[in-house]
């Protein structure tokens, strides 16, 4: 289901082949920093469909496995053989060298953290330039004890004595290391050395290439059909939507759902400034009763995702019914501004765990129908941003702070009720009101307003005693939502904002910060 998207891959396309690595995202966001365009395959796949996709070069990632397990994640040596560029990491330097008849055990050889790199290959493809010693990131149990036959060694360490190698005839390449971490000083000159001198890439991929490339898939996929769009007021649905428009203008119409979960004023901007940015076909579509009744009684998180995320696709349903009823070709696409994170986070990855469905995603029903169009779902919020402000959108659009799709519905720590929406709508437009006057908005990421509807505790007010709620106040500080810290925001925003709340907004007498970073607590509480 979620795979039907237009993910063709682009030309000159380098897959990344993800072992389970903490970080192959990272290793994906780093390619593309180098200015080629990067996508991140299973390891699951067979080689031969990695092979159809004519990917330019290939870099395995690292991963928890030890190659000589038994289960362990392998790789068809089909691979190696096919004339493709490869760079192993860690991993995916110890699953190449197994496969080509080198060593790789447990010998003792451990190093986790920060360790001195010595080239001993100064004119190496990968090392030409860079410091003959240098501080390099490992995360390894196991080593390579002898690199396979027609390889040259370029680096060890004191405890591994193959710490590198490479075979420039075969365009094979290994690092024991992680150069995809900013800790390895000279891990992304490595990384561009293996694109350019190993496979001779150009550093020729920008955000506007995004735009070419996916205004003509989306041209291929919808062909002359209608599509939907899911449309937020949020930056993934509005870059979606833009190029979606300017891909099939006017088969396309954007739906806004009110759901009831909204901020206060949203609504109404949406309608305001979406269609005067854009010029887009939208359709505004109340279904706040709906999604109260269906959310009635409930408080598992996870129950709250799945029932939103399937009530939003049956009122994409009724638009795409109205919609029908003016003449033209069938309505057959969903367009939604799923990003690389809402992937991963519902459990999408190779072997990750899920940690919360995104409606988008992990909370869509069994039975959609539509076919999804996901232009951005291999990118990051801030590579979505650039392409954004390419597109020509303006900055109050492009540099929103994300808000989700589930809106307060997950920030009611509780059953959702309408009660409950409006006190949470009115302290967090309280809270937002503020942030803005004291100039933080970019500082911020977003500053999630959450309601324990459950949790009481005993107050004065005016002489008399109260037993109200607590608000809690979640500012973070982010570059992709992936991990996040809690921002350290002036104390006097923070007194304006506590005393705002308790005065004007009954039933709440306390509001509390909280400050925990990503992991372990993320960003919004359910
Ligand atoms: N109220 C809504 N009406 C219609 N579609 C929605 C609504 N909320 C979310 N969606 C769809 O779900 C997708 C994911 O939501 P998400 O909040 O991650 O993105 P966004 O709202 O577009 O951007 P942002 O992350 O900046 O809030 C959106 O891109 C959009 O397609
Ligand atoms: O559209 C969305 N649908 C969802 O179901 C959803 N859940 C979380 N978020 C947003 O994703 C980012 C990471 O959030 P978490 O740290 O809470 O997982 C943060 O920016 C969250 O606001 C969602 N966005
Ligand atoms: N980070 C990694 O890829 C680790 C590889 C392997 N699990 C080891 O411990 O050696
Ligand atoms: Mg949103």
């Not at 509005?238 to 203008?249: D, M, R, S």
């Amino acid at each position: 289901m979620s795979s039907a998207t237009n993910a063709a891959a682009a030309p000159d396309t380098v897959l990344v082949v993800d072992f389970g690595a903490q970080y192959a995202q990272l290793i994906a966001r780093r390619v593309r920093e180098a200015r080629v365009y990067s996508e991140i395959v299973p390891s699951t796949m067979p080689v031969a469909e990695m092979l159809a996709k004519n990917p330019a070069a290939i870099i395995l990632s690292g991963g928890p496995s030890s190659v000589y397990a038994e289960g362990a994640p392998s790789l068809d040596r089909a691979l190696f053989d096919a004339g493709v560029p490869v760079f192993g990491m860690c991993y995916g330097f110890q699953l190449m060298a197994t496969a080509l008849g080198g060593t790789v055990d447990d010998n003792g050889a451990r190093e986790y953290g920060r360790t001195p790199l010595t080239v001993s290959k100064a004119d190496s493809t990968l090392f030409e330039g860079t410091p003959a010693e240098q501080p390099v990131w490992m995360s390894h149990g196991d080593a390579c004890s002898a690199a396979p036959e027609g390889f040259t060694v370029t680096a060890s360490t004191d405890v591994v004595p193959v710490a590198a190698f490479e075979n420039d005839e075969k365009k094979l390449y290994g690092v024991q290391y992680h150069p995809e971490v900013m800790h390895s000083t000279h891990g992304q000159q490595v990384l561009e050395h293996f694109l350019y001198r190993g496979a001779g890439l150009k550093p020729d991929w920008t955000t506007g290439n995004v735009i070419e490339e996916q205004v003509a898939a989306i041209r291929a996929q919808v062909g002359d059909k209608r599509a939907i769009c899911g449309l937020s007021g949020g930056v993934d649905s509005a870059v979606a939507a833009a190029l979606v428009q300017k891909a099939i203008g006017s088969q396309l119409t954007c739906v806004y759902v009110d759901h009831g979960l909204m901020r206060k004023g949203e609504t109404e901007q949406v309608e305001k400034d979406f269609v005067a940015a854009t010029g887009a076909n939208l359709k505004v579509v109340d279904a706040s009763e709906r999604f109260l009744k269906a959310l009635a009684g409930v408080s598992d998180p996870e129950t709250k995702r799945k029932i939103i995320g399937r009530e939003f696709i049956r009122v994409f349903e009724q638009a795409q019914l109205e919609i029908l009823q003016e003449d033209g070709p069938e309505v057959a696409f969903l367009v939604q501004g799923t990003l690389y994170p809402d992937v991963v986070e519902s459990g999408g990855g190779t072997g990750t765990a899920n940690i919360k469905s995104h409606h988008n995603v992990g909370g869509l029903p069994d039975d959609i129908e539509f076919e999804l169009v996901e232009p951005l779902r291999q990118l990051f919020k801030d590579e979505v941003r650039a392409v954004g402000a390419e597109l020509g959108l303006p900055d109050e659009i492009v540099q929103r702070q994300p808000f989700p799709g589930p809106g307060l519905g997950i920030r009611i720590v509780g059953e959702v009720t309408k009660d409950r929406l409006d006190l949470l709508r009115e302290a967090d437009a309280i809270a937002r009101e503020e942030l803005t006057a004291a100039g933080l908005d970019r500082d911020i990421w977003q500053c999630p307003v959450v309601l324990l509807a459950g949790v009481r505790s005993v107050g004065v007010q005016g002489d008399g005693r109260t037993y109200g709620h607590p608000i809690v106040l979640r500012p973070v500080s982010s570059e992709d939502a992936m991990t996040a810290d809690w921002t350290r925001m002036p104390y006097e925003t923070l007194a304006k904002i506590s005393t705002r709340i308790t005065n004007e907004v009954a039933d709440v007498n306390r509001v509390v910060l909280d400050v925990t970073s990503k992991p372990p607590g993320t960003i919004e509480w359910e």
